[in-house]
T-cell receptor
Framework: GDSVTQMEGPVTLSEEAFLTINCTYTATGYPSLFWYVQYPGEGLQLLLKATKADDKGSNKGFEATYRKETTSFHLEKGSVQVSDSAVYFCALYNAGNNRKLIWGLGTSLAVNP | EAGVAQSPRYKIIEKRQSVAFWCNPISGHATLYWYQQILGQGPKLLIQFQNNGVVDDSQLPKDRFSAERLKGVDSTLKIQPAKLEDSAVYLC?????????????FGPGTRLTVL
């Protein structure tokens, strides 16, 4: 079945460091890909999405490019802030197969001042 | 616009007790989801409603979990009796209806601890 694998955390960075959180997927057909963020004490929020190959999703300085050849959707940010400390989830939705959001396990990010 | 509301935010019970969670989705959202999120894992879909009908409850442990969405608006999720392994955050989400993927908007969750 479809699945999502993301890098294990926790990831600890200093403010203004470069961030990469790796995400790879296995799916039939052409899924849509998402990054969700969960700030402490809050619900999940959609951070960005890409619905077809080579699309780049971006929001709040974060970016991720849908790479079908490598089945990846890595999250990047050029300069992290303390306020980016959260748990980040990669997810996919496959309209052609089970029509559910399939989630990664989440990667915890802590940004120190 | 008000977001998805959930209550209570925290609940501590002993095993074999019963517990209920409440969710009020965003106004106008026909689809409502209940997820279970165990610490260190991604959310697991328990049940999906379309208006007041169940679309998917394949991962709902029906021997102890039940959910209803009367009148197609608010929803309650009940666990009876609770087990230790039910300790988790229970997330409610809602979304619009349409072809393909529709963004799900999540509530803050209810953190359940079963002792």
């Amino acid at each position: 079945g479809d699945s999502v694998t993301q890098m294990e955390g926790p990831v600890t960075l200093s403010e203004e460091a470069f961030l990469t959180i790796n995400c790879t997927y296995t799916a039939t057909g052409y899924p849509s890909l998402f990054w969700y963020v969960q700030y402490p004490g809050e619900g999940l929020q959609l951070l960005l999405k890409a619905t077809k190959a080579d699309d780049k999703g971006s929001n709040k300085g974060f970016e991720a490019t849908y790479r079908k050849e490598t089945t990846s959707f890595h999250l990047e940010k050029g300069s992290v802030q303390v306020s980016d400390s959260a748990v980040y989830f990669c997810a996919l939705y496959n309209a052609g197969n089970n029509r559910k959001l399939i989630w990664g396990l989440g990667t915890s990010l802590a940004v120190n001042p | 616009e008000a977001g998805v509301a959930q209550s209570p935010r925290y609940k501590i019970i002993e095993k074999r007790q019963s517990v209920a969670f409440w969710c009020n989705p965003i106004s106008g959202h026909a689809t409502l989801y209940w997820y279970q999120q165990i610490l260190g894992q991604g959310p697991k879909l328990l049940i999906q409603f379309q208006n007041n009908g169940v679309v998917d409850d394949s991962q709902l442990p029906k021997d102890r979990f039940s959910a209803e969405r009367l009148k197609g608006v608010d929803s309650t999720l009940k666990i009876q009796p609770a087990k230790l392994e039910d300790s988790a955050v229970y997330l409610c989400a809602s979304g619009e209806t349409g072809q393909g993927y529709n963004e799900q908007f999540f509530g803050p969750g209810t953190r359940l601890t079963v002792l």
